[in-house]
């Protein structure tokens, strides 16, 4: 069976903090995403990695980085914590190139930044 | 740019009865159309896409979508609602030329028993 896990469900955070988000994907899938879920605004993408060690930008990088150094896993990563990156925070992986594919998504981390 | 518009933030259904949840679409070429459902505390599920062909996708839990073209329009439907489809479902369409996927806002679903 298809799965995607984050490393964690519940994360809080102090102003400031590095934080590392987790990403492990079972499937050898090519495509890994890192999307913020806010009310009201949706999906938005945040990175996205076709590839080990390849990523590209999405619609808010700033304030996040990401690390591919396997196929299996994108981690992301909060340079320096803030309230406005409280969110939810969802991985999904994807193969190939087509279009086509399916997305599946992991169960979400939910980060409070106090 | 491509973008997806979902104009219904809910919709609100009464058991047994049929349940449509709205979405348009913008994008350049044939498009790929997805919905997705989300439950509560829990990460999205694949329900069904449009790729190319019959423009009525069947797909999982009974759902259903229509591809209109001239409309640009990829409605959810299901004959007959359930409580437990009580859920945020979200259309999406695939960038084309690029990785990415576009989401719409989500529309939540509430089935009333």
């Known amino acids: 069976d298809v799965k995607v896990t984050q490393s964690s469900r519940y994360l809080v955070k102090r102003t400031g903090e590095k934080v590392f988000l987790e990403c492990v994907q079972d499937m050898d899938h090519e495509n890994m995403f890192w999307y913020r879920q806010d009310p009201g605004l949706g999906l938005r993408l945040i990175y996205f990695s076709y590839d080990v060690k390849m990523k590209e930008k999405g619609d808010i990088p700033e304030g996040y980085s990401v690390s591919r150094e396997k196929k299996e896993r994108f981690s992301l990563i909060l340079e320096s914590a803030s309230t406005n990156q409280t969110s939810m925070y969802l991985c999904a992986s994807s193969a190939g190139t087509s279009g086509q594919e399916t997305q599946y998504f992991g169960p979400g981390t939910r980060l409070l930044v106090l | 740019a491509q973008s997806v518009a979902q104009p219904e933030d809910q919709v609100n259904v009464a058991e047994g009865n049929p349940l449509t949840v709205k979405c348009t679409y913008s994008?350049?070429?044939?498009?790929?159309l997805f919905w997705y459902v989300q439950y509560p505390n829990r990460g999205l599920q694949f329900l069904l896409k449009y790729i190319t062909g019959d423009n009525l996708v069947k797909g999982s839990y009974g759902f259903e979508a229509e591809f209109n073209k001239s409309q640009t329009s990829f409605h959810l439907k299901k004959p007959s609602a359930l409580v437990s489809d009580s859920a945020l479902y979200f259309c999406?369409?695939?960038?084309?030329?690029?990785?990415?996927?576009?989401f719409g806002t989500g529309t939540r679903l509430k089935v009333l028993a």
């Open positions: 994008v350049s070429g044939n498009p790929y």
């Open positions: 999406a369409v695939r960038d084309r030329g690029t990785y990415k996927y576009i």
